[in-house]
């Protein structure tokens, strides 16, 4: 079976590169790749003592970030090496201040993962939430070198628990420890022979409770605010925004909206703006002259990194992905303003939101209709608005604490 993987890995690597002819976001794949061992051996010495952590995106980055921190003071004298499959966690990334290395992960051939592990040699690895490759694995087993997965979330559909899922069931064996989200991961896991398991919890919970201390300042955002009633959608894609134009444009209410895309290429800012009849600002064209944004009744942020701040001045956040199959986004980041929040129908796969949606803190609609009803609900019921959203809070308050139960776990 490990014959028959690597054959595929080749084939998948040529298929790609083919591909990244017509794709540049391939093609970004691609060309960041060839020069992953380069940077390494320009940036690790051999007398360094290094800790790897891999991310397959920028969620699973951001959700590893509080033990990342942890670690880094724990051990000072490591260096910290960041890895990412994707490009839409790798280019957002980069140039992250807390990794002194961050490249992308070369494809999981097992002359790659050799090559890689000898550059790299850490003292440990971990792999947040998703993405358990068997060379880096069995590389990493070999070597004895401890791995751990944090914030791992298990499901029955995933081929670890199918009859023939036994040659991803021996990659699972190379783990040291499971530091999972849930009670249902863990009976999984132990339904296949794991007992090395924890309960850890969601180390997301961490991360976003830290962005309450931080200076969540945004003076244009107040600007644009002027005290009105907002409505904030977070990490949209064309799905939902369609689900959502007519009651920007035609809604009876003194509400603004603000729009931070998930996808901030020209093009989609250009249609999204173009099919909203409402006074519309864009991020870019407000850094570029003074205009005065209280008089607009729309701002589409077509910038990145804004998000989490933006939702501090939130009365009602929608959180995008729940009407596609991309994924829903992060619920999190609202909820910890102790925002209400509305999300399409779609979010199953993420416990996060299946907790918030059973609590009432978060409402999950299935129609344009449902989302408009809701939406006017929230508006004109400002006691309802503060009950959702003190749920929500309380959710993220309640469930912090992953952190120290996985650092607790590696001090003994």
Request: charged letters at 25%.
């Amino acid at each position: 079976m490990l014959f028959l993987y690597n054959f595929l890995i080749q084939i998948a690597g040529f298929l790609i590169k083919m591909v990244a002819v017509f794709s540049p976001k391939i093609k970004l794949f691609v060309e960041g790749r060839k020069i992953v061992f380069t940077v390494l051996e320009e940036k690790i010495k051999l007398s360094d003592k290094t800790i790897w952590f891999h991310a397959a995106s920028l969620g699973e980055f951001e959700q590893g970030l509080p033990v990342i921190e942890k670690i880094k003071e724990k051990f000072p004298s490591h260096k910290i090496v960041v890895t990412f499959f994707s490009p839409s966690g790798y280019e957002v990334r980069k140039n992250n201040k807390i990794a002194d290395v961050t490249v992308y992960l070369p494809l999981d051939t097992k002359d790659n993962a050799q090559k890689f592990l000898k550059l790299v040699h850490p003292s440990m690895a971990f792999f947040i939430k998703y993405e358990f490759w068997p060379n880096y694995l069995n590389a990493l087993k070999k070597q004895e070198i401890p791995t751990y997965a944090v914030s791992g979330i298990f499901r029955n559909d995933q081929l670890f628990f199918k009859w023939y899922g036994g040659f991803y069931r021996k990659a699972l064996s190379t783990f040291d420890y499971f530091f999972v989200q849930n009670e249902s991961s863990k009976k999984l896991l132990q339904s296949i022979g794991f007992q090395n398991i924890k309960i850890s919890g969601d180390t997301r919970f961490d991360r976003v409770s830290k962005i309450l201390n931080q200076d969540n300042t945004l003076d244009f955002i107040a600007d644009f605010k002027n005290n009105a009633t907002t409505i904030v959608i977070g990490s949209s894609w064309p799905k939902d925004e369609s689900q959502l134009i007519d009651f920007i444009n035609s809604n009876p209410f003194k509400v603004k909206f603000i729009i931070a895309p998930h996808n901030i290429k020209d093009t989609q800012i250009e249609d999204l703006k173009k099919i909203i009849t409402k006074s519309v600002v864009l991020f870019s064209e407000m850094t570029k002259r003074d205009l005065p944004l209280q008089e607009y009744d729309v701002f589409i942020i077509d910038t990145i990194g804004l998000l989490n701040k933006i939702y501090s001045y939130a009365d009602i956040a929608y959180v995008g992905g729940g009407f596609g199959t991309s994924g829903l986004h992060n619920i999190l980041e609202p909820a910890t303003f102790g925002i209400p929040i509305l999300i399409g129908p779609n979010f199953e796969k993420f416990s996060e939101a299946v907790a918030l949606v059973n609590l009432g803190g978060c409402i999950s609609v299935n129609s344009k209709s449902a989302l408009e009803e809701k939406l006017a609900f929230l508006i004109q019921n400002e006691d309802e608005r503060f009950e959702k959203g003190h749920i929500c809070s309380t959710f993220v308050e309640m469930n912090k604490g992953a952190t120290h139960i996985i650092l607790q776990h590696l001090e003994v």
